[in-house]
């Protein structure tokens, strides 16, 4: 008789493509997106959290940045082997999307316009890669029914603000600001946009904003190269160029080389490139009003400046663009010496509600990368790699459980993280070490001796991993490591070693 066949164990691995997050990871989040929270609620803006899943319909076209319409999602159809099937589910790829949705079906419940601000993990299904995961957490701030440019200079504002709030300091970061109808008009006059058929010369211009898109990875030269003939990159593939003249291409190239000192001269520089093009002119005038509104608020060059250079997503915005850069040096992995970069970005979006609603609804935001910002946090040194842990009462008579479940209840009760070491107590050492791995900076050590005479030992755990790493240090030779205190001023005890040690 064949033996039955053993079910195989599943292997303990996470997908590709995601990860597992732990304590510090997750606490320091957590207080990260506590703080983001509120300053959009200063600003006026309520909370949205809406349904991981969407309709694939609802959804639409999914990523800007991806030209086939199922490409980039997790998704799914109902009954898919019934007769008659149901929708096609998919996992939100960003916060936006949702949000056009949600407006669309209570708009006529929401007051206009509508301020959000919404929090959570998205899912892309795209090839993962170094620091590139298919599930990431977005922090988003969106304004949908104000058309005025004021709701852009706003987003600009809070954006700052959620910077410095968070610890970035002023001077270690810029919002950078441009304008999608800027570069409407540059193509315009550059003879690749045609107001009255814009179907017109879609192919080159399609080539134009890749290319535009592309300054950061290929430089001026690259770019200009895609504007006339073509590129050929480093392992010899061609790519075809916009086929511009070098008349069409200077126009487009002083565009992403506009910007001046001062707000005032960049303004005056993109006047003269989109003389002529009254889309251009509007778009000129808006960055003039964004660059008014801010100097008004307090909110100088220093912290948020006109840049023509800011290129990301103008495929997809209709007007404003806005960009966060922390300008800061780190290293890479391999000891090189770079500017820390991008952890925001936004900008106006009017066209999304009108899937819905046939009606043009504008609507600008924010979404701040959350991982990125807890990693620049972590390189200017403001949150540790490891979150202090709890205060741990250690357990020399199994018979006192009591008592030691007592004197944790008084140090939580005291706001102070504590917990009773529930392994097994039998090797003292072993809580030790137990305490050493959950980052403990106090350890309550009491037996029968102390609990006769009613008093309790408290072990500095931080002083005493300094003093092991150097006995010899100055500083702290005239501090104890370890206090004999009595059982009442185990609170007051622990607090001021707490207190020393921060």
């Known amino acids: 008789m064949a033996k039955p066949k053993k079910t195989p164990r599943p292997k303990a691995e996470t997908p590709k493509g995601f990860r597992d997050y732990f304590g ?6 957590a207080e990260m997106l506590h703080k983001i929270a509120q300053v959009y609620h200063r600003y006026g803006f309520d909370a949205l959290e809406s349904s991981g899943v969407e309709t694939v319909q609802a959804l639409g076209k999914f990523l800007p940045d991806v030209d086939r319409p199922n ?15 149901g929708d096609w589910l998919a996992l939100r790829y960003d916060l936006t999307a949702p949000l056009a949705r949600v407006y669309a079906q209570h708009r006529n419940d929401l007051p206009t316009p509508y301020r959000r601000y919404a929090m959570g993990p998205v899912w892309r299904n795209e090839k993962p890669g170094p620091g590139r995961f298919r599930q990431f957490y977005q922090c988003d701030a969106d304004t ?5 440019v004021a709701a852009d200079a706003e987003i600009c504002a809070m954006l700052a603000d959620c910077l410095e709030e968070v610890g970035i300091d002023r001077g270690d970061y810029i919002v950078r600001v441009n304008n999608r109808k800027v570069l409407n008009g540059v193509m315009e006059v550059a003879g690749v946009l045609d107001p009255a058929n814009p179907d017109n010369f879609a192919h080159e211009r399609g080539i134009v904003l890749r290319a535009i898109d592309k300054l950061d990875r290929l430089g001026l030269d690259g770019v200009r190269a895609l504007l006339g003939a073509g590129r050929k990159d480093d392992s010899g593939d061609f790519t075809d160029g916009a086929g511009l003249t070098d008349t069409q291409a200077d126009v487009v190239m002083g565009f992403m080389q506009a910007k001046r000192d001062t707000g005032a001269e960049t303004v005056a520089r993109l006047r003269e490139l989109v ?3 009254e889309t251009g002119a509007q778009g000129v005038d808006e960055l003039e009003t964004i660059a008014d509104l801010m100097a008004a608020g307090g909110y100088s060059s220093d912290r948020v400046e006109i840049d023509p250079s800011v290129v990301r997503g103008l495929g997809y915005y209709t007007g404003p663009v806005f960009e966060a850069e922390l300008t800061f040096e780190i290293k890479d992995d391999k000891g090189r010496v770079r500017n820390f970069g991008s952890v925001a970005g936004g900008g106006r979006y009017d066209d999304l509600v009108k899937r819905f609603t046939g009606q043009e609804v504008p609507a600008t935001g924010v979404s701040i990368g959350v991982d990125r910002l807890l990693a620049a ?12 842990g709890p205060v741990v009462v250690t357990v020399m008579d199994k018979a006192r459980m009591a008592d030691y479940q ?20 039998k090797n003292f050492g072993n809580q030790l070490k137990y305490a050493d791995r959950r980052a403990s900076p106090v350890a309550v050590i009491a037996g029968g001796d102390e609990f006769d005479k009613g008093m309790i030992q408290i072990k500095d755990l931080i002083l005493g991993a300094k003093i092991a790493e150097s006995a010899t240090l100055e500083e702290w030779k005239d501090r104890p490591s370890q206090y004999e205190v009595a059982r009442g001023d185990l609170v007051a005890k622990v607090r001021e070693i707490l207190e020393l040690n921060r």
């Open 71 to 85: 490409e980039g999602v997790f998704a799914w159809q109902e009954d898919a082997e019934a007769d008659k099937p």
């Open 275 to 277: 003389a002529g093009s």
């Open 377 to 388: 946090l972590q390189a200017k040194g403001r949150m540790s790699a490891q979150a202090e």
């Open 144 to 148: 949908v029914g104000a058309p005025s």
């Open 406 to 425: 007592a004197m944790v209840a008084e140090l939580r009760q005291a706001g102070i993280r504590a917990e009773v070491y529930l392994g097994n107590p």
């Open 24 to 29: 510090a990871e997750v606490t320091q989040r």
